[in-house]
């Protein structure tokens, strides 16, 4: 765990000093093009585990949950709430959060892999609607950097992705061993 803290504060250190020296070699050539938008997105998937895999983390089995609504929360530096919306699952289950308005007051502190997580919030499937903790979706999951962004002529976005989440049934038959 706390290797995988330590990879993560230093990647977004690498990643702030490339932003930064990228700053000031722009602001040495002058430029007459637009400023590039810059967006955050979250993705990810909720499913419904199966009662075979109940209480563990296996999503061996799971089902996509359409229409499953989760929340993406962001605090910052000072561990306050900068940043919540919800989102809701397609037909698939998959869900696109673009985090419009999403702004990192300390672009170290404030970057998403440390301030933001999502939590699942809701499941209108009534046989599967209890949250399960699968990628410590009760305290909210991570966000992971996959190497995945969208280009245009005047923007990008960087694509996060989180969980992926799930639900479970309320009510699993017992399975019997003979």
């Known amino acids: 765990m706390a290797s995988s803290q330590l990879l993560i504060v230093i990647s977004s250190l690498l990643l702030s000093t490339l932003a930064f020296s990228s700053a000031i070699a722009n602001d040495e050539i002058p430029t007459k093009t637009a400023e590039k938008k810059v967006d955050v997105v979250v993705e990810g998937m909720v499913y419904c585990q199966s009662c075979e895999h109940f209480g563990t983390w296996s999503l061996t089995g799971a089902e996509p949950i359409p229409s499953a609504k989760v929340g993406v929360i962001c605090k910052d530096h000072k561990d306050t709430v900068s940043y919540y919306k919800v989102f809701e699952t397609d037909g698939n289950g ?14 170290l502190l404030d970057h998403p892999l440390q301030s933001c997580h999502v939590k699942p919030i809701s499941s209108p499937n009534e046989k599967c609607n209890l949250l399960s903790n699968i990628n410590y979706g009760l305290n909210g999951s991570p966000l992971r950097y996959e190497n995945k962004r969208l280009m245009g002529k005047n923007y990008e976005a960087v694509i996060y992705a989180a969980g992926p989440l799930a639900f479970h049934p309320a009510h699993c038959t017992p399975t019997t061993h003979f």
């Open 94 to 107: 998959y869900f696109y959060g673009q985090l419009e308005g999403f702004k990192m007051g300390n672009s």
